[in-house]
């Protein structure tokens, strides 16, 4: 066996290892907690512990359960870090009810406006699309008024305003 894994170039240990048997204890545990993960998938390995202790008596190790659910693939949800925080484009929409009394029935309606902003942005491309933009022009060049000063000392401020 020796010289033959030597002419193959193959080690030993590869030819007679035997794989190690599922412990059906595993096998039980992954079905658990699969049936868990289905009902809340917000559960992580700590907690989970305690489930399986308190609703299936399965006394068993966080350890174990961090593995056993990698190997199946199984990720709690849970929120990540700073995903509350705007990015630097996002408009802020002020919120209209904070101080109206609400005292009536269909004193409040509630609109879905995505199709309004969809049409809005539809017609700006409209508009985009049907005008010739007018050449830009820069601060230090000479004003198209031909008064023989700079654009920024002469016409920018009237435009601006």
């Known amino acids: ?20 048997e599922v412990d059906p204890e595993d096998i039980r545990i992954k079905r658990l907690l699969d049936e868990v993960y289905m009902i809340d998938p917000c ?5 989970l512990v305690t489930v399986l202790a ?23 949800i849970w929120c990540k870090p700073r995903t ?3 990015d630097d484009g996002h408009r802020k929409y002020p919120y209209l009810l904070r101080n109206l009394a ?20 539809l017609a700006r491309l409209r ?10 022009i820069g601060r230090n060049e000479p004003c198209p008024c031909d008064s023989g000063r700079k654009y920024k000392q002469c016409c920018l401020n009237k435009t601006q305003s």
């Open 43 to 47: 559960l992580g390995s700590r907690r």
């Open 1 to 20: 066996m020796r010289q033959q894994c030597k002419l193959l170039d193959v080690a030993r240990s590869t030819v007679t290892y035997k794989p190690v």
């Open 127 to 136: 508009r985009l699309s049907q005008t010739k933009a007018a050449p830009q």
């Open 54 to 76: 308190r609703d299936y008596d399965i006394r068993t190790d966080r350890k174990r359960v961090a593995r056993l659910r990698r190997e199946m693939g199984q990720e709690t």
């Open 102 to 121: 609400i005292d009536r029935p269909d004193q409040v309606w509630c609109a879905d406006i995505t199709d309004a902003r969809y049409y809005q942005e």
């Open 84 to 86: 509350s925080i705007p």
